[in-house]
């Protein structure tokens, strides 16, 4: 039986697409320790190799055999390759894509079970955001839309919000806050999980990664 296969996409550079990658896996893994299911692995598209700094940065942190994760790299149609044949090993494969590239996403896009986009909660961030969901839905892929970085109780937010509800694409009910847990935390290869635990941001993410599970049925 494959894996789960979760790519996070969008074009519009800027979006925290690479800390939602790094979080989401990490949350994932914590998850499969507490449940008992597969392994998480992490596979790098993204030609500027942020997540591989992460991890690199997470080896030195924790040592190289205790990240609880896997890591490989790939680019253009060879994502697609090796996103399949990790998840013949792995429980759940996270996939970190470039901006700005719709030939280098859309493999990975092609090869997911759960497309993930993040959105800053401005009119300009949706936007720039159709672009990236006109190229999911060409590749017939699922998408789930994620409200990054909202300010609490920002009115903003909230019309975004509904505004993404009038497009007809799926969006999370979770939110992801402005918090600096979440960018602090990935300079030592960690995740605000780790370094801030039972904090909003954590929170956060731990109800992001579950909703997530629930939605793909994994």
């Not at 990490?26 to 998480?40: D, E, H, K, N, P």
Request: proline letters at 5%; a neutral charge.
């Amino acid at each position: 039986m494959s894996g789960i296969i979760i790519t996070v996409a969008q074009q519009k550079g800027g979006s925290g697409k690479t800390t939602l990658a790094a979080h989401l896996a990490v949350a994932f893994a914590q998850l499969a320790a507490i449940r008992g299911s597969g392994r998480v692995a992490l596979l790098d598209c993204d030609p500027q190799g942020s997540l591989g700094e992460w991890f690199e940065a997470r080896e030195r942190t924790l040592g190289e055999d205790a990240t609880g994760l896997a890591f490989r790299t790939a680019s253009g149609w060879g994502a697609r390759r090796e996103a399949r044949s990790l998840a013949r090993d792995f429980g759940v494969v996270v996939i970190d894509t470039p901006p700005k590239s719709d030939v280098e996403s859309r493999p990975a896009i092609e090869v997911a079970s759960l497309v993930a986009v993040p959105v800053q909660p401005t009119p300009i961030d949706l936007w720039a955001t159709q672009p990236t969901l006109e190229m999911i839905a060409k590749e017939g892929a699922r998408s789930l839309l994620v409200i990054n970085r909202a300010q609490s109780r920002s009115v903003l937010t909230q019309e975004i919000a509904e505004a993404i509800l009038a497009l007809g694409h799926p969006a999370a009910d979770t939110r992801l806050g402005n918090r600096v847990a979440f960018a602090a935390s990935m300079g030592e290869g960690l995740t605000a999980q780790e370094t801030a635990p039972g904090s909003k941001g954590a929170a956060e993410i731990e109800a992001l990664a579950v909703e997530i599970r629930r939605y793909v049925n994994f």
